[in-house]
């Protein structure tokens, strides 16, 4: 266990932005992982614990506690059961798996940052695939009984970029997820958006091989700057920032009386509401790619991504967040929300 102080947290997230934790403790085994918790809760200290950084945003003033870096490896594979390590490196996860084993299940969440231990906390999705559909079980430390306890997908509350974990942010720590993943004799899972169908040159509901799959999401994630690459500023961002809407049909019938609102992407969602596209709703309300002037700005290729362009600093990306969230809310009435995790910031 390596134990720091006054220690930089704005290198150890994608954002790379944000001021230093008081503490900083990187674990190297679940044991070590559990013991630093322990050692937080008893000295009744704040704790922010980190993975992949990929889905945070971290204020100027840092952090007055304890941080803990989680770096533990473990990548276990029993016929079409995963287990892996909340450290692991989530894209490597993803990439293992399609390419060393041609298993489905995970494919198209290829190239998304972060750790394997996030992806169930933020119940993690995209192009019509969520880790929701393939966990089986989250083994994690919980602060409260103090005992690890492992809870069944029927248990961790998933639903639309959200679970147990991130409705109980204090109470639970990942170590371990569990998954099971599809032997289709090389084949993807069906495939379910239509953005991806189109890149394949299929229909919704195909399947192709999983290779095949795996690599179109690569080029379509890189194609909006979601791939990172440290030498594309495009990709210093925390992916999507703000979660598409979910409206009650009262919420729904309300926005479509607004002028432009009759073109907006419309797709059915639990409980006979709507959701529709936030991408679209903040090109519309005038915040095209790559707008702003500071040191802040949208992506130049996704106007879903806030991207630090080499010196913005915390309040800087807030700044923007702020003025697109205003702007969308009197265009539309629609409020958006933001998905990364704020420390010791609000929006």
Not at 136 to 159: G, H, K
Request: with cysteine.
């Amino acid at each position: 266990m390596l134990v720091e102080n006054d220690a930089p947290l704005a290198p150890l997230t994608t954002l790379r932005l944000g001021g230093p934790a008081r503490r900083l403790v990187t674990a190297h085994t679940d044991d070590e992982v559990i013991a630093a918790v322990r050692e937080a809760d008893a000295a009744g200290e704040p704790l922010l614990v980190l993975g992949g950084g990929s889905n945070l945003v971290i204020g100027d003033a840092g952090f007055s506690g304890t941080a803990l870096r989680i770096a533990t490896e473990g990548f276990a594979l029993d016929g079409t059961a995963l287990e892996v390590a909340a450290g692991e490196t989530w894209s490597e996860v993803v990439r293992r798996t399609v390419l060393d084993h041609h298993l489905a299940g995970i494919e198209f969440l290829a190239g998304i940052p972060g750790s394997a231990g996030a992806t169930p906390v933020q119940n993690v999705g995209a192009y019509g695939q969520e880790v929701a559909q393939a966990i089986t079980e989250v083994v994690a430390y919980d602060r409260t009984a103090d005992e690890v306890v492992v809870l069944p997908n029927a248990e961790c509350a998933f639903s639309y970029r959200h679970s147990r974990f991130k409705a109980e942010p204090d109470r639970y720590v990942v170590l371990r997820v569990r998954f099971r993943l599809e032997d289709a004799e090389g084949l993807s899972t069906p495939v379910r958006y239509a953005e991806t169908a189109r890149h394949l040159g299929v229909e919704q509901g195909d399947r192709v091989a999983v290779d095949t799959a795996w690599k179109a999401v690569l080029l379509l994630r890189a194609g909006k700057g979601m791939v990172l690459d440290p030498a594309d500023h495009d990709t210093w961002s925390a992916g999507s920032f703000f979660t598409n809407p979910v409206l009650t049909a009262a919420q729904y019938e309300s926005f479509r009386t607004r002028p432009g609102a009759e073109d907006a992407p419309a797709y059915p969602a639990p409980e006979g509401c709507t959701k529709t596209s936030a991408a679209w709703l903040i090109d519309r309300a005038g915040f095209g790619k790559g707008y702003g002037s500071g040191p802040a700005t949208l992506s130049t290729k996704h106007t879903l991504a806030l991207t630090n362009r080499g010196s913005a600093t915390a309040e800087d990306l807030l700044a923007l967040a702020r003025e697109i969230r205003d702007g969308v809310r009197e265009a539309f009435g629609v409020e958006l929300v933001n998905e990364p995790v704020m420390v010791g910031v609000t929006l």
